[in-house]
């Protein structure tokens, strides 16, 4: 799978091509930087959105990105699956999208005198499901027992998502006509929420210059093999959890819960989540271990769409809401306190 304990440099292609069992955080570190800069080289002028996603992938979680159209959404989990060598697939949702294009359906096979199932379009390392709003929540729910559990249920029979597997879901939070908003139960199945935001001007330029005539995603070479890529989950899901920072990450997700202005607070797979996605911001960074600045940096993308605040805390609009529940978690994460090393 993957192998970088060697100190000589050596690209993220030569350190993925070995076994895993002797990977050190350097080499994971390395291997990761090789794929956030494939990425990056796509996607311009937005590293944190880049590697939000690439946390996503290798803490097995899911994410959704609410932003307006033309801002790289889908082109972020396109260029996230190629640098993986991963296989992705698109869905367009729509109001007359059903259940069965989603996971698949059982069809009659004459000649063999037998039902064959036909996978649908879930059966994909990278799954980018667009706009997934403007489907009927019940084939949203189609999702549901993908995301969570890794499985399809058809008549009866279990069917296995491949692995890898990330669904990255996106959604436009202005234009609400005809929509239908994603429920808590769902919500709660993404592990982050984020925005990609307009890129800066000099990064804008940079785009139309290099994009006239090339398409980026056709330069973009695989940098890891989605094989080597579980090896990569395999060592960040062993990353070092302190019980000091595993009670703080309780400690956050109880003030949510407790908080005057919130009606609904982090849920236990939020607690949980967190931690996972912490783990994988410390292998990042080169740590074999977490701290707790890694659950704070992750505390907003990861518990912002799962609460709701009260209707004097929020008010009626969608923006006042997400400023108001910003602001409490700011004041959630002064409240709690933050778990010191004991010297030795």
């Known amino acids: 799978m993957v192998d970088t304990a ?67 959404k889908t082109m972020l989990a396109r260029a996230l699956a190629t640098s993986v060598d991963a296989t992705v697939r698109r869905i367009q949702f729509t109001p007359d999208l059903l259940p ?42 189609a999702l549901l027992e993908a995301m969570e559990e890794r499985q399809v249920t058809v008549d009866g029979r279990t069917h296995y998502v491949p ?66 890529v579980t090896g990569l989950i395999a060592w960040a899901r062993a990353v070092h959890v302190a019980p000091a920072i595993e009670d703080y990450a309780v400690a956050l997700s109880q003030a949510t819960r407790t908080h005057a202005d919130l009606r609904l607070g982090a849920s236990p797979r939020a607690t949980l989540q967190l931690v996972r996605a912490a783990k994988v911001w410390a292998a990042l960074d080169g740590r074999s271990f977490v701290i707790p600045d890694d659950i704070t940096a992750l505390l907003l993308p990861v518990f912002a769409h799962r609460l709701i605040p009260t209707r004097s805390a929020g008010g009626a609009r969608a923006g006042t809401a997400a400023d108001a529940i910003t602001t409490i978690l700011e004041r959630v994460a002064a409240s709690v306190r933050v778990p010191i090393a004991a010297r030795q």
Not at 31 to 46: M, N, Q
Not at 169 to 193: K, S, V
Not at 200 to 211: V, Y
Request: glycine share 8%; aromatic share 6%.
């Open 6 to 72: 060697t100190d000589a440099p050596m690209t993220g292609t030569d350190a993925a091509s070995r076994g895993s069992g002797s990977l050190t955080a350097e080499g994971f570190a390395r291997v990761t930087d090789a794929i956030l800069d494939a990425v990056g080289s796509v996607i311009d002028g937005k590293p944190d959105a880049v590697r939000s996603a690439l946390v996503c992938l290798l803490a097995e979680g899911h994410l959704l990105i609410e932003d307006v159209p033309g801002v790289g």
């Open 100 to 141: 069965g294009d989603v996971t698949g359906v059982s069809v009659f096979n004459p000649v063999e005198r037998e039902f064959e199932f036909k996978p649908g379009a879930i059966f994909a390392n990278i799954v980018i499901a667009d706009e997934i709003n403007r489907s009927s929540p019940k084939t949203q729910s």
């Open 163 to 228: 692995e890898p597997f990330l669904v990255v879901a996106t959604q436009n939070p202005l234009e609400m006509e005809g929509t239908y908003a994603l429920p808590e139960a769902q919500r709660d199945r993404f592990m982050m929420r984020i925005s990609m935001g307009y890129p800066d001007a000099r990064s804008e330029a940079l785009m139309l210059r290099q994009r006239d005539t090339v398409n980026p995603l056709d330069q973009l070479k695989a940098v890891v093999s989605a094989e080597q």
